[in-house]
T-cell receptor, first 109, second 113 residues
Framework: GEDVEQSLFLSVREGDSSVINCTYT??????LYWYKQEPGAGLQLLTY?????DMKQDQRLTVLLNKKDKHLSLRIADTQTGDSAIYFC?????????FGKGTMLLVSP | ETGVTQSPTHLIKTRGQQVTLRCSSQ?????VSWYQQALGQGPQFIFQ???????GRGNFPPRFSGLQFPNYSSELNVNALELDDSALYLC????????????FGSGTRLTVV
């Protein structure tokens, strides 16, 4: 079955880089996503990567995909206090997104 | 271009009652999905509608049902509410041909007492 695992918590200082990790199990996933959720809000799509890519960069965000190990990571450069939120990794199946439980990122000044 | 809007934002219901949650999809998006997010958890897939037909369903009982209308708005109906149905319900729309992402609404917070 499909399962997505993430570490639950990450704390960094403002200006540092943050790396959030995710493992997934469905090797047939075509797209993998990173979503951000701020308190009381819905999900904001941050970035996505197609399964035939191994890296994607989008401004401060870098996504790395290791298909062999089914490992996905999100690196946020120059992390700001406004980046404090919960980050969800998700894999796409036929008609569904399967999400991890989310990683809470806390950025301290 | 409008985003995905959901109503109401908050709702309190009593166990055993029925509830209808509404979603207005992003303009041009013909696919809508509903997710349940319990406190401290990731969203769980309930079902998806494509061109007014159910196109996939997660592990939710039949008392969770939905409709999608020709204007691509949709409803999630839950009968015989249970305390465990308390959660944030998220609607997401997409244009099927564009697989790069789903646009989520801000959700409806349902509390069952």
């Amino acid at each position: 079955g499909e399962d997505v695992e993430q570490s639950l918590f990450l704390s960094v200082r403002e200006g540092d880089s943050s790396v959030i990790n995710c493992t997934y199990t469905d090797s047939s996933s075509t797209y993998l996503y990173w979503y951000k959720q701020e308190p009381g809000a819905g999900l904001q799509l941050l970035t996505y990567i197609f399964s035939n890519m191994d890296m994607k960069q989008d401004q401060r965000l870098t996504v790395l995909l290791n298909k062999k190990d089914k490992h996905l990571s999100l690196r946020i450069a120059d992390t700001q206090t406004g980046d404090s939120a919960i980050y969800f990794c998700a894999e796409r199946g036929y008609s569904t997104l399967t999400f991890g439980k989310g990683t809470m990122l806390l950025v301290s000044p | 271009e409008t985003g995905v809007t959901q109503s109401p934002t908050h709702l309190i219901k009593t166990r055993g009652q029925q509830v209808t949650l509404r979603c207005s999809s992003q303009s041009g998006h013909n696919t809508v999905s509903w997710y349940q997010q319990a406190l401290g958890q990731g969203p769980q897939f309930i079902f998806q509608y494509y061109r007014e037909e159910e196109n996939g369903r997660g592990n939710f009982p039949p008392r969770f049902s939905g409709l999608q209308f020709p204007n691509y708005s949709s409803e999630l109906n839950v009968n015989a509410l249970e305390l465990d149905d308390s959660a944030l319900y998220l609607c997401a729309s997409s244009l099927e041909a564009l697989n790069y992402g789903y646009t989520f609404g801000s959700g409806t917070r349902l509390t069952v007492v």
